[in-house]
């Protein structure tokens, strides 16, 4: 499993992670310890990510079940085959 990193926000340079593996691939990005109130939310194929006033978004291609969390400031996006 090799992490294939690009850029999903270039307004502050966040990185994001992609895994893959056998059934799934997935997102992972630091979005900061100020993001506890921040929300995240799929819709099609696009992951928004709202904090404060601040927001961010990114493209996924995979098609699939896709389920997003926030946890400790670390986004996770997990997309099932």
Known sequence: MTP???QF????????????YDAS???AADIGSD????????VDNTVMIV?????ADFE????GTAEAT???GVLTVEVTQ
């Open 35 to 42: 993001a506890d109130e921040a929300t995240v939310d799929i």
């Open 70 to 72: 926030i946890n400790n």
């Open 25 to 27: 691939v997935v997102y």
């Open 4 to 6: 294939t990193l690009q």
């Open 51 to 55: 904090s404060g006033d601040e927001q």
């Open 9 to 20: 926000d270039d307004r502050d340079g966040d990185a994001l992670s992609r895994y893959e």
């Open 60 to 63: 996924i291609p995979e098609s």
